[in-house]
C-alpha cells in the first residue's frame, strides 16, 4: 500500500453497498484535516486530532471507481497528518495518515490548495461521487481583479511616458519617435 493511499473505512464501504443496491450515490461533500500520525484503520469513524475541516470545492468524478477532490485550506496553521473525506451525512468515508510523513504544512499566512484522488475500488462502482460548492478558481477572483488592475495601470503609464517622451523628441527635432 502507498503511503499516500486513502482507506475506505468500515462505515463507507457499508454505506456505499447499501446506496448501490438502493441504486442512489453518496456525496463526499468534506475533507478534514488532523495533526496526529498513524497507521488508518478500516475501523476508525473520526480523525484523531482534527483541526480544520472544509466543503469540497471543486472536483470531478474521474471515473466510477475514482474521483477527484479539491478543497482549501485557508485557516490556522498546522502540519497535516491525517486527512478525512466525509459523506454529507457527515460520515468519515476514507481516512488517511502516516505514522511520520506530513502531508503538507499551513501557516497562519497562506492558503493551501490541496487536491486529492480517491481510489473507489473497494466499493461498487459509481456509487460514491464529489459533490463540490463551486469552482475553486472563484476563491481567487479578488486576488485576479487586482492582478489585471496592476497591469492595466502600468501599461497606461508606460503610453504616458512614450507620449511624453515622444512631444520632447518632437520639440527637439529628432527624427525617431518611440514605437508603441
Sequence with gaps: MSDYQAVITQAGLNKAVDASQKGIALKVTHIAAGTSGYTPTVSRTALVHEVARIPVSGGKNASPTQIHLTGLFDTGEFACRELGFFLEDGTLFALWSHPTNVLFYKTALNQVVQ????????????????????????????EFVQFA?????????????????????????LSKPLKG
Excluded: C, H, K, W
Design 115 to 142: 487536491s486529492f484522488d480517491l481510489t473507489l475500488s473497494a466499493v461498487p462502482p459509481g456509487s460514491v461521487v464529489v459533490d463540490t460548492t463551486g469552482d475553486l478558481n472563484l476563491f481567487y477572483a479578488e
Design 149 to 173: 488592475t496592476a497591469i492595466m495601470d502600468t501599461m497606461m503609464r508606460q503610453n504616458e511616458q512614450r507620449d511624453a517622451i515622444n512631444n520632447m523628441a518632437t520639440q527637439l527635432n
